[in-house]
């Protein structure tokens, strides 16, 4: 099975980060494609700009790299902090760009 793995936690070393290595590593020695993203690391681009906003809007390669992934998985693990009873900025904003229907992306 393909599984992403999604970390958004800004500090390395952090118990987010232990939770996210144990999965990513428990998953493969069960013997599936595991694809991690460590948002910070890779600094992910948060700002969601206007022209991004229609349905019908061109995504950058990096988000419809991430939805293509998305959509092949077969699961996907998602860690992060709860701060103030929600996820982080980051993440939420991945949520919004990433998660979202479009029309202009294809999926094979």
């Known amino acids: 099975m393909k599984i992403s793995v999604i970390l ?5 070393g952090s118990f987010n980060h232990a939770i996210a290595d144990t999965v990513a590593a428990t ?9 991690f993203h460590d948002q910070y690391l890779e600094q992910f681009d948060t700002l ?3 022209n991004e ?7 950058p390669s990096v988000i419809a790299d ?3 992934e998305i959509a092949a998985a077969d699961g996907i693990v998602i860690v992060h902090p709860d701060w103030w009873g929600m996820p982080q900025a980051m993440l939420k904003d ?3 760009r990433v998660l979202r ?4 992306d294809t999926f094979s």
């Open 53 to 59: 906003i229609s349905r019908d809007a061109a995504s």
């Open 27 to 35: 998953l493969r020695k069960s013997g599936h494609n595991v694809i």
């Open 66 to 68: 991430h939805r293509r």
């Open 8 to 12: 958004a936690h800004p500090r390395p």
């Open 94 to 96: 991945w949520v919004d």
């Open 48 to 50: 969601l700009p206007f």
């Open 101 to 104: 229907p479009s029309n202009s």
